[in-house]
C-alpha cells in the first residue's frame, strides 16, 4: 500500500517562461503533423492535483504524470491540424456563455467491469459538467460516443483488480470541491505526455 505523500506542488527546475517556450516548441512540431490528438477537461487544482498524482504514482500507474489531475469533457480525438485553430476558437467562443460553478466529489466509485479504473465520484457540479460536455463535445467531433459521459476523476487504471481494491479503500474518504473558471485543451506528444494549448475561460 503506497505511504501518502504531502499535498504540495511540484517544484520545476525550469522557469515558468522557459517551460512555456518549450510548450510553444511542441506545439508548433506537432502543427506541422497532418493531425493531433486534443483532448478538452478541467484542470483540477492544486494542492489536490499534485497529490492525486503522487497516490496514482504510487499504485504502479506510471502514466499518472503523462498530464495533470483532470476531469474529462473530450476524451483524446484525432483533429486535423488545420482544423484545430478553428476548434480552439470555437470551444473559446462556446465558453464565453457559460458561467463558472462549483465542483465538489462525492466518494470513490469504479468502472469495472467494464474498465479497470477507480474514480472520485462528482457530486456538486455534475449535471453542470454534463451540459458542458454536451456543448463542446460536438465542436471537435461529430463521431457517437461509445459510452454515456461520467464526470470523474481517476485515482488509479489498468492495474491488477487487487492494487484497484486498494486504492478503492485507501481514497475512499478523499474529498475535494472548488469553484471552475476555465476548461483546458491539451494536445498529446509523441512521447505520450500532454501538452497544454489553450484555457477557455467561462465567461457567462
Not at 55 to 78: E, K, Q, Y
Amino acid at each position: 500500500m503506497p505511504s501518502r505523500r504531502r499535498c504540495w506542488p511540484r517544484f520545476m527546475s525550469e522557469s515558468v517562461s522557459s517551460a512555456a517556450e518549450a510548450n510553444a516548441e511542441a506545439i508548433a512540431s506537432l502543427r506541422r503533423e497532418g493531425s493531433v490528438v486534443l483532448g478538452v477537461v478541467v484542470e483540477v487544482p492544486q494542492p489536490w492535483a499534485e497529490d492525486l498524482q503522487q497516490w496514482r504514482l504510487g499504485f504502479g500507474d506510471n502514466t499518472a504524470d503523462h498530464m495533470p489531475t483532470h476531469i474529462t469533457l473530450v476524451p483524446p480525438t484525432v483533429v486535423s491540424s488545420g482544423r484545430l485553430d478553428a476548434v480552439l476558437a470555437d470551444i473559446d467562443a462556446a465558453c464565453e456563455g457559460v458561467a463558472g460553478f462549483h465542483i465538489a466529489t462525492s466518494g470513490i466509485s469504479t468502472f469495472r467491469p467494464t474498465s479497470p479504473v477507480v474514480y472520485l465520484a462528482i457530486g456538486d457540479g455534475g449535471k453542470r459538467l454534463q451540459q458542458l460536455h454536451e456543448l463542446v463535445l460536438p465542436l471537435v467531433s461529430d463521431k457517437p460516443v461509445l459510452h454515456p459521459y461520467v464526470p470523474h476523476i481517476t485515482v488509479a487504471m489498468h492495474l491488477p483488480d487487487a492494487v484497484l481494491d486498494s486504492a478503492a479503500q485507501v481514497l475512499g474518504d478523499y474529498s475535494l470541491s472548488w469553484d471552475i473558471a476555465s476548461v483546458c485543451s491539451f494536445v498529446r506528444g509523441r512521447d505520450g505526455r500532454w501538452v497544454k494549448v489553450k484555457e477557455h475561460f467561462l465567461q457567462g
